[in-house]
Antibody, heavy 121, light 108 residues
Framework: QITLKESGPTLVKPTQTLTLTCTFS??????????VGWIRQPPGKALEWLAL???????RYSPSLKSRLTITKDTSKNQVVLTMTNMDPVDTATYYC?????????????WGQGTLVTVSS | EIVLTQSPATLSLSPGERATLSCGAS???????LAWYQQKPGLAPRLLIY???SRATGIPDRFSGSGSGTDFTLTISRLEPEDFAVYYC?????????FGQGTKLEIK
């Protein structure tokens, strides 16, 4: 079965760079159509899509955050890494990685449990 | 980007009743690329509906989606206790894909 799990720091200081790792199983990021995305959710607020990487290394970013985000994959390790630079307290949120449903548009059919990242000095 | 507006913000109903949740888009959603997710406290979202009306794997048939263009609806025909949660719509017909602000379905 498909599983994903996020890992990374729970606390970062303002201006620092956040690096999150998504480790997954049950699928391969070298299979045509497969993608892994990142979505975040500030406490008590709505979901916000951040980035997506496809099996062919095509990468998509939220326009509002594009300058601060980088998404990469390591197919041999079954991992996807998201980096976000210049962190600010407003970036405090639960960060999820998720498996893109392989057909049609970008919907997410399997999600990790999420990791809460707090930005504070 | 397309802005999704969900209504109502909160819906109070009793088990056994019918729930109707709405999602309005600021522009037409191409190909009816509209999804619905359910989220319970402390848990990740769960995909319920994609392509406006197709149920995801394992989703009970009391959940149904409809609509096209700028107006979409999620209907839960007969509420079960486990259905009380927050529901989000997502459009993925235009980049960037965007989510609505959510509707909280609470027990009356």
């Amino acid at each position: 079965q498909i599983t994903l799990k996020e890992s990374g720091p729970t606390l970062v200081k303002p201006t620092q760079t956040l690096t999150l790792t998504c480790t997954f199983s049950g699928f391969s990021l070298s299979t045509s159509g497969v993608g892994v995305g990142w979505i975040r959710q500030p406490p008590g607020k709505a979901l916000e899509w951040l980035a997506l990487i496809y099996w062919d290394d095509d990468k998509r970013y939220s326009p509002s955050l594009k300058s601060r985000l980088t998404i990469t994959k390591d197919t041999s390790k079954n991992q996807v890494v998201l980096t976000m630079t210049n962190m600010d307290p407003v970036d405090t949120a639960t960060y999820y990685c998720a498996h893109r449903r392989p057909w049609g548009g970008v919907t997410f059919d399997y999600w990790g449990q999420g990791t809460l990242v707090t930005v504070s000095s | 980007e397309i802005v999704l507006t969900q209504s109502p913000a909160t819906l109070s109903l009793s088990p056994g009743e019918r729930a109707t949740l709405s999602c309005g888009a600021s522009q037409s959603v191409s190909s009816s690329y509209l999804a619905w997710y359910q989220q319970k406290p402390g848990l990740a979202p769960r995909l319920l509906i994609y392509d406006a009306s197709s149920r995801a794997t394992g989703i009970p048939d009391r959940f149904s989606g409809s609509g096209s263009g700028t107006d979409f609806t999620l209907t839960i025909s007969r509420l079960e206790p486990e259905d009380f949660a927050v529901y989000y719509c997502q459009q993925y017909g235009s980049s960037p894909n965007t989510f609505g602000q959510g509707t909280k379905l609470e027990i009356k």
